[in-house]
């Protein structure tokens, strides 16, 4: 009896060491499994940004085409507008399922001056609208503007909620885009005399939160504009217009010294 207990000591330390090892290389194999799921989410998500992009380029051109007014020709097609805004409101879909599903946003910040930023937005939208057009009034106040920004978030926020203007606005409306100082805060203002859909109506609203299938395609900037410690919101009145204000904390703003020539 005395003879038989080592060895089933020795048996039970043997099972036991290769039921611990068999675990290690299962938690192993799910751990590579987990990293291997978030790449493929990873490249999902930048194939499905990239998809929306080209939705939200292709639909913009197609709009312009569509709407554009010329001397000698036969009115503005309403049926492939409507399919180009269609297409558009597909891209901001696809945004804002983007925007819901992200997870926390990392800044790059550095000093940035706003009316650069803003020519580029409204150069590539111009661009893809053609021959289609809109009349852009930029506040100089903006122009001079600094902000403490990240540049590709505050780009992609401007294109967004631009685009969202000129889809539901007509060939030749404006689009004014001014600043709005307040104790605590600022605001790039954009306005314009669309539709003015009352639904697409941010306040009160947090990503993925009673906004899908609404094609709003502001999510994304409204995330983005909360990783800065702001937000957005939008005003809309049908038949009359919408404001969409995009707000930063004071201290973001970077004023020019006084002193300097």
């Known amino acids: 009896m005395d003879a038989i207990l080592p060895a089933v000591l020795g048996c039970a330390v043997l099972v036991a060491g290769l039921i611990t090892r068999s675990a290690r290389l299962e938690r192993h194999r799910v751990e590579a ?3 291997q799921v978030e790449r493929d989410l990873e490249a999902r998500g930048r194939y499905l940004g990239l998809l929306s992009q080209e939705m939200q380029g292709h ?13 000698g020709e036969a009115a503005p097609d309403a049926c492939l507008a409507g399919r180009a805004r269609a297409l558009m409101g597909l891209a901001a879909d696809v945004s804002d399922i983007l925007a819901r599903d992200a997870g926390p946003r990392v800044l790059w910040e550095a000093d940035l001056p706003l009316g650069p930023l ?3 937005a409204i150069g590539q939208i111009t661009q893809s609208l053609a021959p289609g057009r809109r009349h852009w009034q930029v506040a100089p106040e903006l ?3 600094t902000l403490a920004a990240d540049r590709r978030a505050l780009s992609a926020t401007l294109r967004q909620v631009l685009t969202r203007a000129v889809r539901h606005t007509r060939d030749g409306d404006s689009v004014q885009i001014r600043l709005v100082r307040a ?7 954009v306005e314009d005399d669309g539709s003015g859909h009352a639904g697409e109506d941010l306040n009160g609203l ?4 009673g906004t899908r299938g609404l094609g709003l395609g502001v999510l994304v900037a409204d995330d983005l504009l909360r990783a800065h410690g702001g937000g957005l919101s939008i ?4 038949g009359i217009g919408t404001r969409v204000w995009l707000t930063l904390p004071r201290e973001r703003v970077l004023e020019p010294n006084s002193d300097s020539p």
């Open 143 to 145: 122009r001079r503007l």
């Open 206 to 209: 947090t990503i993925g939160q």
């Open 183 to 189: 104790d605590e805060s600022v605001a790039i203002l």
């Open 118 to 120: 803003l020519e580029e």
């Open 235 to 238: 005003e809309a009145v049908p």
């Open 59 to 71: 639909g913009l051109t197609l709009l312009g085409y569509a709407t554009a007014s010329r001397p």
């Open 33 to 35: 499994r987990l990293r």
